[in-house]
T-cell receptor, first 111, second 112 residues
Framework: QQQVKQSPQSLIVQKGGISIINCAYENTAFDYFPWYQQFPGKGPALLIA?????SEKKEGRFTISFNKSAKQFSLHIMDSQPGDSATYFC??????????FGTGTSLTVIP | EAQVTQNPRYLITVTGKKLTVTCSQNMNHEYMSWYRQDPGLGLRQIYYSMNVEVTDKGDVPEGYKVSRKEKRNFPLILESPSPNQTSLYFC???????????FGQGTRLTVV
């Protein structure tokens, strides 16, 4: 059973557009929600993360929106660039460092 | 350079032949984990370790063993590999629990 459900599986966006990736979870004990970016042939790298005491976190063009009551969180990439083309994973964890990842979203930004 | 190093990067082996994938980090991190990545399934945690001699099962531990005898090393052992363990494996480390994880470059394992 997938603890974190991620959608869409793939996304194509024009350069300058907004990319939105959504994740949902069931376990209310989760208290850390990171997003990872992975380029082909590389390991994932942390992009941005949020904890449930805030509803939004912004770092540059990347924003996490968090809805605790709906048990959903999303990644928004503003002014998407071809260099943002990668696979994005959401994840969730509670105490003890046990992590659950989504199934990934392949983002393609068209010039 | 701060990094997580996995070896080997690529490995083809036969069913039942024991193998070890090594992982080493030079950041003095307390926490280390192993994941496998499969198409359509994302990353799934196999085992994690909170400190030397302290390990725990992740989501998919069956068929794998780990050990943490030194802080910097966290090898993944497949005692009797099977074809369903063909996957891309990643080691990761972090300073504290539920903080940024630094991933290695991955090990692509094929079991025939």
């Amino acid at each position: 059973q997938q603890q974190v459900k991620q959608s869409p599986q793939s996304l194509i966006v024009q350069k300058g557009g907004i990319s939105i990736i959504n994740c949902a979870y069931e376990n209310t004990a989760f208290d850390y929600f990171p997003w990872y970016q992975q380029f082909p042939g590389k390991g994932p790298a942390l992009l941005i993360a949020i904890r449930p005491d805030v509803s939004e976190k912004k770092e540059g063009r990347f924003t996490i929106s968090f809805n605790k009551s709906a048990k959903q969180f999303s990644l928004h990439i503003m002014d998407s660039q071809p260099g943002d083309s990668a696979t994005y994973f959401c994840a969730a964890s509670s105490s003890g460092n046990q992590f659950y990842f989504g199934t990934g979203t392949s983002l393609t930004v068209i010039p | 350079e701060a990094q997580v190093t996995q070896n080997p990067r690529y490995l083809i082996t036969v069913t039942g032949k024991k193998l070890t994938v090594t992982c080493s980090q030079n950041m003095n991190h307390e926490y280390m984990s192993w994941y496998r990545q499969d198409p359509g399934l994302g990353l799934r945690q196999i085992y994690y370790s909170m400190n030397v001699e302290v390990t725990d099962k992740g989501d998919v531990p069956e068929g794998y063993k780990v050990s943490r005898k030194e802080k910097r090393n966290f090898p993944l052992i497949l005692e009797s590999p099977s074809p369903n363990q063909t996957s891309l494996y990643f080691c990761a480390s972090s300073f504290h629990e539920n903080t940024e994880a630094f991933f290695g470059q991955g090990t692509r394992l094929t079991v025939v």
